[in-house]
């Protein structure tokens, strides 16, 4: 599901964001959440099959690590992603890696750790993508930012 990776881009200090598909990927992190605590920006809500989300438990953890929820925060259950995949939708998946990337800019960004495209779970596959979609806008920014996966 998740594995860390360094990038080689020297990028270790600065503000942080983290990327992730459903609540609970934070919990591989919990070292590096207290340390840079990161803004960040949860694609679903985590309620899968059953239709509950995680996301409560997901900001009690993040508020005892000092990191922050960011402003894309659970606004989709996985249900509605999975539906606009096999619906096609791209102005959805554009629409929120455009909101993404004004939120990385606004919140002037060094550096996003996010989920890794693993070719099992379309989610986290698509949280890979626009992480990689905004990585690239960032010289509109001012610079570039450094990705790593998780």
């Known amino acids: 599901m998740l594995r860390t990776s360094h990038h080689s881009t020297g990028a270790t200090l600065g503000r942080a964001a983290l990327i992730v598909a459903h609540p609970g990927h934070e919990l591989n992190l ?11 920006f949860v694609m679903t809500d985590g309620s899968g099959q059953l239709g509950r989300s995680r996301l409560h438990s997901t900001t009690k953890t993040l508020l005892r690590s000092g990191a922050r929820p960011g402003p894309m925060y ?28 004004e939120s990385l800019c606004l919140d002037d960004v060094d550096y996003v750790v996010g989920d890794s495209a693993e070719g099992y779970n379309p989610t986290h596959d698509f949280c890979r993508t626009i992480i990689g979609e905004p990585s690239s806008s960032r010289p509109a920014c001012g610079g570039r930012w450094a990705t790593t996966s998780t």
């Open 30 to 40: 919990m070292g590096w959440l207290t340390m840079s605590q990161p803004s960040v």
């Open 74 to 101: 659970g606004h989709l259950s996985d249900q509605e992603v999975y539906e606009a995949m096999l619906d096609q939708d791209v102005d959805l998946f554009v629409r929120l890696t455009v909101e993404l990337a």
